[in-house]
């Protein structure tokens, strides 16, 4: 069984572009949850898809934004960026939600420069 | 808003000893997770708790929520080189069934050979 892809592992952008980040959920997975994760914040939420609406949102600007589509598959986007939007984004799905454990995928490292 | 903390930060252990982290919450746990990320990797699922006082065992890990689930700890008995990596404990059910996890900061583990 294939696990969570995201697209692509590694990225530099330039301060004020905008970039978009794929994921692909586990066959079945109907939630799709977005993180962000840096050294000095931690794990932080930014939010969650399920079934193509987005369920929750975390503490973050309106430059952060996200959609799922019917397969669901989920992007994230991010515009005009800053050089604090550096890290590691990690998107995880689950079969329902809270009850079963999230599969993370293995990221992708977002550089600004 | 809601807190999840985890102490200690670091921990350097030798080969063979004990180790335990701690996970404290400000307000009433729902369900607590737990995590472990390698070095240069993302969070895996290791277990999930849901009743007071429940006592999770996987191999030489010990899985423990607390009486008033507020609190919820992870000991590990003789350590192993494999053991390397950080600890996540994450709240899962205080936000409903939406897919959000409030992770605490981690804790880290070094194991010398």
């Known amino acids: 069984k294939a696990g969570v892809t995201q697209t692509p592992r590694y990225l530099i952008k330039t301060r004020g572009q905008q970039v978009t980040l794929s994921c692909s959920p586990i066959s079945g997975h109907r939630s799709v949850s977005w993180y962000q994760q840096t050294p000095g914040q931690g794990l932080q939420f930014l939010f969650e898809y399920f079934s193509e609406t987005q369920r929750n949102k975390g503490n973050f600007p309106g430059r952060f934004s996200g959609r799922q589509f019917s397969n669901s598959r989920s992007e994230m986007n991010v515009s005009t960026l800053e050089l604090g939007d550096s890290a590691l984004y990690l998107c995880?799905?689950?079969?329902?939600?809270?009850?079963?454990?999230?599969?993370f995928g293995s990221g992708t490292r977002l550089t600004v420069v | 808003g809601q807190q999840v903390m985890q102490i200690p930060q670091y921990q350097h252990v030798q080969e063979g000893e004990d180790f335990t982290t701690y996970c404290n919450s400000s307000t009433t746990l729902s369900n607590i997770q737990w995590y472990k990320q390698r070095p240069g990797g993302h969070p895996v699922f290791l277990i999930q708790l849901v009743k007071s006082g429940e006592v999770k065992k996987q191999k030489r890990l010990t899985f423990q929520f607390g009486e008033a689930k507020k609190n919820s700890s992870l000991h590990i008995t003789a350590t192993q080189t494999t053991d390397v990596g950080t600890y996540f404990c994450?709240?899962?059910?205080?936000?409903?069934?939406?897919?959000?996890?409030?992770f605490g900061q981690g804790t880290t583990l070094q194991v010398k050979p």
């Open positions: 994450a709240d899962s059910g205080s936000s409903g069934n939406t897919g959000k996890l409030i």
């Open positions: 995880a799905s689950s079969s329902s939600g809270r009850n079963y454990g999230y599969t």
